[in-house]
């Protein structure tokens, strides 16, 4: 089957999650699900779904694609790092000096619930690029920018001309070493990877005139199958490296034993762990899913204690205001070190600095750095 006719298959509705889970809601609880949908977009891909232990009241592939009543708590921001003040062009992002990053489309094959860009996913366009033409000049005139991020929404999401638009342009200019795809298709919606032969032809073209990496998104090893294999398998064939962000979340990963097995997992499939960020404080995310920083660093420190180092090559960062923050782990007196990983302001570049940060804090103030 067509991929195209396949995602026109997600479930979006309350009524058809309802129906595929067989859920039992009060009629309240059926209203408050369908003023969550309303507000912030579901759409789950029938191949994700599967992945749903339907017995298991705490299932966390559930967790990752269902709606949740938390969903109405608005404590925490929608712009927790800063993405309104680091846009340059409209759908055009820099951040960092080396790095563009180019907002491509505001649609996913799948919304998730943790997602950090909730404000836009499924929603609108206001945020996307409209002028390619104006973003290209920009990275032209900006050669300290060695590489560009085509992210979203999901970039694999996007039309094949239009990621074979982007990759035609973009490796025409010199100074971008390489250029990466954020998508999570290879974990919720596979088939549009492996069923479609133009798609891996444009990859396989573009992928010997400038190296593309693909940054995905796995969060729990329930997400590791045939089919997820089977669509990093074909990006691979291609030469295209693989690097895998999980977002720490409460509920579906905040165990030292859920951790290992999938970083053991990635490892196995030929994909590299790259990060563990920490859950962003995004209103409707925040209460749900965040892990304060002790317990998290504990998990950490467990699940690396049993893996060796490939599968622990992973960075535990927190993706603040300022820049990438990793977290480095509890010291002796009970305060947590942190290293500037990169940084927004050059001051910072590696600064190490150290912080008393109590039981339930899960995040550092947003003006931290201002004095
Ligand atoms: S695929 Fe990425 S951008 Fe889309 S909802 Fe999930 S986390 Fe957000």
């Not at 690029?129 to 920009?138: A, G, L, R, T």
């Not at 590489?147 to 490796?171: C, H, P």
């Not at 100074?175 to 919606?189: E, N, S």
């Not at 960062?317 to 290293?339: P, Q, T, V, Y």
């Amino acid at each position: 089957m067509d991929w195209r006719k396949e995602l026109s298959m997600n479930l979006t509705t309350a009524e058809e999650i309802i129906e595929a889970l067989n859920l039992k809601l009060s009629e309240d609880e059926i209203e408050k699900l369908k003023q969550i949908i309303e507000r912030y977009p579901m759409s789950v891909p029938r191949y994700y779904l599967s992945l749903i232990n339907k017995d298991d009241p705490d299932d966390p592939i559930k967790k990752l694609c269902i709606p949740s009543i938390y969903e109405t708590d608005m404590s925490g921001s929608f712009d927790t790092s800063g993405e309104a003040d680091n846009t340059v062009l409209v759908g055009l992002q820099h951040k960092y000096k080396e790095t563009g990053m180019l907002l491509s489309t505001s649609s996913c094959a799948m919304y998730c619930r943790h997602c950090f860009r909730k404000r836009l996913v499924g929603q609108n366009d206001d945020e996307v690029n409209k002028n390619f033409d104006n973003i290209i000049s920009y990275i032209k005139n900006h050669e300290e920018m060695t590489n560009v991020l085509i992210s979203g929404g999901d970039a694999f999401l996007n039309s094949n001309k239009k990621i074979e638009n982007y990759l035609k342009e973009l490796s025409k200019i010199d100074h971008l070493v390489y250029i990466r795809f954020g998508t999570r298709v290879p974990v919720v919606f596979p088939v549009r990877i492996y069923s479609d032969a133009e798609f891996l032809d444009i990859l396989d073209h573009y992928n010997k005139i400038k190296q593309i990496y693909i940054v995905t998104h796995f969060n729990h090893p329930n997400e590791i199958t045939e089919e997820s294999k089977k669509a990093v398998s074909e990006l691979r064939k291609r030469g295209l490296v693989i690097r895998n962000q999980t977002v720490l979340l409460k509920g579906v990963n905040d165990d030292s034993k859920i951790l290992e097995l999938l970083m053991k997992g990635l490892v196995g499939m030929g994909v590299v762990p790259y990060y563990v960020f920490q859950c962003r404080p995004v209103s409707g995310v925040k209460n749900q899913f965040q892990v304060p920083l002790k317990r998290a660093c504990k998990i950490i420190d467990e699940a690396k204690c049993n893996l060796s180092g490939m599968p622990k090559s992973f960075k535990y960062c927190m993706s603040h205001r300022s820049g990438k923050i990793e977290i480095l782990g509890i010291m002796n007196e009970g305060k947590i070190l942190f290293k500037h990983h990169q940084s927004k302001h050059p001051e910072n570049s590696s600064r190490i600095f150290e912080l008393e940060v109590d039981d339930n804090q899960a995040w550092l103030p947003d003006d931290f750095f201002d004095h």
